[in-house]
Structures are given as C-alpha cells and as structure tokens.
C-alpha cells in the first residue's frame, strides 16, 4: 500500500485510496515468528461506532459497523487511515446495506490480502446487546508496588508447579502508538491451562507496556509470545480489547486453538 500520510485531509465521499495497511511479518520477526509458522490462532474484530452514508434519497443513516480480520492475513490496517476511509462514505449515497458490505469486503480485503467479515448493526441491536465484563480473577485487586513501565518479559514468572486453569483480566494496560504516540489503553485478559502464573509479576508484567509503543494487533501477539516463553502454559489465549479512538476500537484475540473468547463489549468501548 501507498507511504502513511501524516497529514490527510477528511474526505466525505467514498474514497478507498485512503486505506493504509503494513506487513505483520516485520514485526513477527522480532518475536522469533517464522513466516507461514504461526504459533497461535487470530482474529483482529474492530468496531466503528461512528459509521454514516446516505441512502438514495440522501437522508443519512447510521449503524455500528464489525470487521474481521484473521490473524493470518499478510497485512494489518493501520487506524488512522480506517477512520479517514469509513469516514468518506459519509455524505456518499449507497442503495441498500448489500452494496456497503460489498465495497467493503472489496477494500478490506485488498488492503488486508485476506478475506475480512462484515457486518452493520442497527443501533436497536447494539441496545439489546448491552454491555458485557471479563469473567476471571482482576489483576487489578492486588495492592503492590509497580515501578516499571518500559517493556519487561523477565517479569513474568511462574507462582509453582502446580497446574492451574485460570483466566485472569487487568484494565490497567496502557501502551503507545507508534505513529503518533498517543497513549492507547485497553483492557488484557489472559486465559491458560498450566504451571500457575504468579499474579504480582504478570500484572507487573503487562504495566510495564506503559511507554512501549508498539499497534495493537502487535501488542496481542508479543503477550502471548512472552507467556509462551517464560511460561509454557499447555495452552494459552490473550485479548487485547482497546478503548475507541475517532470512535473504532480494536479487540485483537491470539490463541492456541481457533474458539474465540466471548465477544463482549466492555464498560469503556
């Protein structure tokens, strides 16, 4: 895809050049991931709340708009330019929802070179839905001191040898974005059947992204790397749920086995 623009001007009719998408190998790489050898299942789920178009009368309508991107697609979207593209249907009239979702599978999937789903929910749905919690133990709970905030896997270390099934959850987490650094937060649950993980370090653990910048879909992958490496849980699932920005946030969920997590909205997105 084209260089990022850091300067872009907003643009109102639909425009697909506006997407920006990256390679993940590059960063994959860094995590000692060989390409087409993936050690665990993907999904990156982002939710536009924000998403508006005209129908053929020009009167605009409104939903929240879904996408799924597999983990295993050559590339990721970049978010700044998934604002500016959805925001280019805006004043763009469209016949019915069939012909979005075309435009929009056609462009995802380019950009992505994989196939990405696409659904529209009418506000009335995203009402009934309601808002959802991890279920687990909250990291958050344990009174400790915590004085790194620059990325430290050797945190991580295992309470004994006992086998535990665990899911545990922080809404602590706070990381960078690399093209702009703006803080970026989210709420991590880690999910795994193995030697028990002690608490105190893995919170520690995942604070210390505090000033690490690094994309979201990035930040999933090097959790469940590090765990794997300092802990080699049996099997192992990380979500990444990210707060909106320019109304979208991301949920990036990497595993071992391809059932995902409970797709759940939570009390900041």
């Known amino acids: 895809m084209a260089g990022y ?8 009719m639909y425009t697909p050049s506006l997407l920006e998408s990256f ?3 590059q960063q994959r790489q860094t995590l000692g991931i060989a390409e ?10 982002w939710n536009a709340y924000e998403f508006t178009w005209l129908n053929q009368k020009g009167k605009p309508e409104v939903a929240v708009l879904q996408l799924q991107v597999p983990g295993k697609s050559s590339h990721f979207i970049e978010s700044k330019s998934l604002k500016l593209y959805l925001g280019s249907f805006s004043n763009t009239p469209f016949a019915n929802r069939a012909e979005i979702i075309r435009a929009l599978e056609s462009d995802l999937t380019l950009a992505t070179q994989a196939s990405v789903g ?3 929910r009418t506000p009335e749905q995203v009402q009934l839905e309601g808002m959802g919690q991890f279920t687990g133990t909250n990291l958050d709970l344990q009174d400790i001191e915590i004085n790194e905030y620059q990325w430290n896997p ?12 665990e899911s545990v959850y922080t809404h602590l987490f706070k990381s960078l974005c690399p093209m702009t650094g703006q803080p970026d937060f989210a709420s991590i649950l880690v999910q795994y059947n193995g030697n028990s993980i002690n608490h105190e370090g893995l919170l520690r653990y995942l604070v210390s992204f505090r000033e690490h910048a690094e994309f979201a879909e990035q930040v999933a992958e090097r959790i469940f790397v590090d765990i794997m490496n300092r802990c080699a849980p049996e099997r192992l699932a990380v979500s990444a749920r990210y707060t909106r920005r320019g109304g979208i946030d991301i949920n990036a969920h990497r595993m071992h086995d391809e059932g995902l997590p409970a797709e759940v909205r939570l009390w900041r997105q």
């Open 154 to 165: 050797e945190l991580l270390v295992l309470e004994s040898s006992v086998t535990r099934r």
């Open 118 to 120: 696409v659904v529209l």
């Open 23 to 25: 390679p993940r190998q």
């Open 5 to 12: 623009k850091d300067e872009q001007e907003y643009q109102t």
């Open 36 to 45: 087409g050898a993936l050690p665990f299942e993907g999904l990156d789920t």
